[in-house]
């Protein structure tokens, strides 16, 4: 049974960091594709970034580009998201998400797995 646990969520001012990780186990986790997605309310869950399997491909929302950045640690089973320049417009539920096909997706239904969320809040 494959798990992803989020953390790393919390309150901070726009224009602070925060970095969120997800931690994978119950499958190789080298063979796994990642994701980033947030879900604001009242609005449908959105792409932020996903790197493949070995971490040379990385793909971001243009709406956190040069802000965000996406890693992982295949040593480690974790998955990483490091958020600057953070808006009010970044608040939101945050979940990791793993795939077993090859490429980098930026659709939900490209991901089998998906973490419980964790949530960010920014203030303005």
């Given at each position: 049974q494959v798990q992803l646990v989020e953390s ?60 965000f950045t996406i890693s992982r640690d295949n ?43 964790t949530q960010v809040t920014v203030s303005s």
């Amino acid at each position: 049974q494959v798990q992803l646990v989020e953390s790393g969520g919390g309150l901070a001012q726009a224009g602070g960091s925060l970095r969120l990780s997800c931690v994978v186990s119950g499958r190789t986790f080298s063979y796994l594709v990642m994701g980033w997605f947030r879900q604001a309310p009242g609005k449908e869950r959105e792409f932020v970034s996903a790197i493949n399997r070995s971490g040379g491909t990385t793909l971001y929302a243009d709406s956190v580009k040069g802000r965000f950045t996406i890693s992982r640690d295949n040593a480690r089973t974790t998955v990483y998201l490091q958020m600057n320049s953070l808006e009010a417009g970044d608040t939101a539920v945050y979940y990791c998400a793993a795939t077993d096909s090859g490429g980098v997706y930026n659709t939900a239904r490209a991901y089998y797995y998906w973490g419980q969320g964790t949530q960010v809040t920014v203030s303005s």
